[in-house]
C-alpha cells in the first residue's frame, strides 16, 4: 500500500506571496491531519479533517487554512507568507476514529518550505 | 490540557549499548502514547504505541517503551544500539477521552547519537 505523499517536496516563495500544500492519505484513510516543524518551536498541529469537514485546529493564525476533498486528499493554503512560516509541512492520515480505538498516524516525507 | 516533555535534547550512546530515550506526559484522562523516529529530510516513522493492556510495548526495529502510570512515563528502549538508529525521537500523546479529531501533542524531540 502508497504511504502518504506530499508535494511539492520543495518550496521557495517571497513575503507576501501565498502557497498550497497537497497531500494523499494512505488508501482507505479518511482523517488528514497537518503539522508545522520548525527547530525553534518543534512539532505544531495545525488541523485535522475528517470527511471534508474540519474537526480539530491548533493556534495558528487565520492565514492559514486547509480543506479536504471527498477522496480524502487535502491541501492547506498559507496566505500572506511571513519569514516565520519557513517550515517543515507534515501531513499525516490514519484510518477513521472510532470512540475509544484510535488508529496510528502515518506521516508523509513533508513539504520544505523556504519563505525569502 | 496534554503535555509532553522530553528531557535529554540529546542522547550519546555507544553502538552495542542499551539505550533509553525518556518521556513524561501529563493529560487528564488516560492516555494514548506513541514514539516516532525521524530521519533527515524524512517524515516520521511510526515505531510504536501504548493504548491499553501490557506495560511493556514492543515496536520497530527492535525498540520498546515502557508505560508507567504512576511516574506518568513512557520511556524508549532498545537493548542494543547501532549505528543506523541515530535520528530524532519524538513522544506524542493524546487524551484517551478527547473525542474530537486525532490531535496529538508532540514532545520536543530528542536527538539520539550511536558512536561505532
Known amino acids: 500500500k502508497a504511504g502518504v505523499t506530499q508535494t511539492p517536496r520543495y518550496l521557495i516563495k517571497t513575503r507576501g506571496q501565498q502557497v498550497t500544500l497537497s497531500c494523499s492519505p494512505i488508501?482507505?484513510?479518511?482523517?488528514v491531519s497537518w503539522y508545522q516543524q520548525t527547530p525553534g518551536q518543534g512539532l505544531q498541529f495545525l488541523f485535522e479533517?475528517?470527511?471534508?469537514?474540519?474537526?480539530n485546529k491548533g493556534n495558528f493564525p487565520g492565514r492559514f487554512s486547509g480543506r479536504q476533498f471527498s477522496n480524502s486528499r487535502s491541501e492547506m493554503n498559507v496566505s500572506t507568507l511571513e519569514l516565520g512560516d519557513s517550515a517543515l509541512y507534515l501531513c499525516?492520515?490514519?484510518?477513521?476514529?472510532?470512540?475509544?480505538?484510535?488508529?496510528?498516524?502515518?506521516f508523509g516525507p513533508g513539504t520544505r518550505l523556504l519563505v525569502l | 490540557a496534554q503535555s509532553v516533555a522530553q528531557p535529554e535534547d540529546q542522547v550519546n550512546v555507544a553502538e552495542g549499548n542499551p539505550l533509553t530515550v525518556k518521556c513524561t506526559y501529563s493529560?487528564?484522562?488516560?492516555?494514548?502514547l506513541f514514539w516516532y523516529v525521524q530521519y533527515p529530510n524524512r517524515g516520521l516513522q511510526f515505531l510504536l504505541k501504548?493504548?491499553?493492556?501490557?506495560?511493556l510495548v514492543k515496536g520497530s526495529y527492535g525498540f520498546e517503551a515502557e508505560f508507567n502510570k504512576s511516574q506518568t512515563s513512557f520511556h524508549l528502549k532498545k537493548p542494543s544500539a547501532l549505528v543506523s538508529d541515530s535520528a530524532l525521537y519524538f513522544c506524542?500523546?493524546?487524551?484517551?477521552?478527547?473525542?474530537?479529531?486525532?490531535?496529538?501533542?508532540f514532545g520536543p524531540g530528542t536527538r539520539l547519537s550511536v558512536l561505532p
Open positions: 499525516a492520515s490514519s484510518l477513521e476514529w472510532r470512540g475509544g480505538l484510535l488508529e496510528t498516524q502515518y
Open positions: 488508501s482507505g484513510h479518511r482523517s
Open positions: 479533517y475528517f470527511s471534508e469537514t474540519q474537526r
Open positions: 493529560v487528564s484522562g488516560n492516555p494514548y
Open positions: 501504548y493504548i491499553t493492556g501490557d506495560n
Open positions: 506524542a500523546v493524546r487524551d484517551k477521552w478527547d473525542n474530537y479529531g486525532q490531535n496529538f501533542v
